[in-house]
């Protein structure tokens, strides 16, 4: 694989707080509603390979809050599992190419479905949304799993002694509607050092889920914090480990540059196992 590739294959955070509008992961937790039943299926879906990565190579997700339509461009398809089952549990049991394969995907449901979804609230449109993702896994790719607790390396990522370094983003006016606030973004530039985030209006969940991407381990919020974040994150990755400038690992970088610590931990934790998986066929 290439040095591009590899370098793109660390970014599986941008995803998660890209610009675009995407209702199931930009940070905002799934509740499960035991007596909410989701039924939502695509009419309509393309899935297709997309090129190796190169120099302009960009990963975003598109899914509107209270429409059927999911797109994704450059998306691994560890990502979409992750995004249909959540970044808790750590996905085992799978192979090599669902991270290292990239796809274009295009979904949606017929204009019932969005009037319906346009009528329902932010989580009851994500366990629709899930389900959807869901059955198309199970559809294209034969998809099987089964959840089962195993012990597992995980992170709490906790307040350090001197308090956070990240840029508070003031509240909106007592009044303004939760639907005006921003959504998270986030800028990800690879250099010969390492990987840089320029984040901003990040919650604590959004921020977690990024360093749970990156160190490929779930990391849970203690620290405590409310509302949203502006930060920057430099921190070197395995293409920069012989560059004598590169940034130093997430693990210093969290702590020196954003006043938080990543503390390790060994728990039972679910684990999304994944039975089967078959790489999807050309449309």
């Known amino acids: 694989m290439s040095r591009t590739a590899r370098r793109h294959l660390g970014i599986l955070a941008a995803f998660l707080l890209s610009s675009g509008p995407c209702l199931l992961a930009q940070g905002a937790p799934i509740v499960e509603e035991p007596g909410y039943t989701p039924t939502l299926i695509f009419d309509v879906a393309t899935i297709r390979q997309s090129p190796p990565p190169d120099a302009n190579f960009h990963v975003s997700v598109s899914s509107p809050p209270h429409s059927s339509r999911f797109e994704a461009t450059n998306l691994p398809m560890k990502a979409l599992l992750q995004i249909a089952y959540g ?3 750590p996905v ?3 192979p090599d190419w669902i991270a290292n394969t990239f796809y274009n995907i295009q979904a949606r449901s017929d204009a019932e479905a969005d009037a319906r979804l346009a009528k329902l609230n932010d989580n009851e449109v994500r366990l629709e949304k899930r389900n959807a993702i869901r059955a198309l896994l199970a ?6 799993t089964h959840l089962e607790t195993r012990p597992t390396s995980i992170y709490n990522l906790v307040l350090d002694k001197g308090g956070h370094k990240m840029k508070l983003v003031p509240a909106p006016p007592a009044g303004d509607a939760p639907a005006s606030m921003k959504p998270a973004d986030v800028q990800t530039h690879g250099s010969q050092h390492g990987l840089e985030f320029d984040g901003t209006d990040a919650s604590m969940t959004a921020i977690t889920a990024a360093l749970s991407s990156m160190v490929e381990s779930p990391v849970l919020d203690k620290t405590g914090l409310k509302g949203v974040y502006n930060y920057k994150l430099q921190f070197g990755r395995d293409w920069s480990a012989h560059d004598p400038d590169s940034w130093p690992s997430i693990f210093t970088a969290v702590q020196e540059q954003l006043g938080l610590t990543l503390e390790p931990l060994h728990e ?3 684990n999304l196992v994944v039975d089967h998986i078959a790489k999807p066929t050309e449309n």
């Not at 559809?139 to 099987?144: F, H, S, V």
């Open 87 to 89: 970044f808790e549990a």
């Open 92 to 94: 085992v049991g799978a």
């Open 139 to 144: 559809d294209r790719l034969g998809m099987k």
């Open 268 to 270: 039972a934790v679910p």
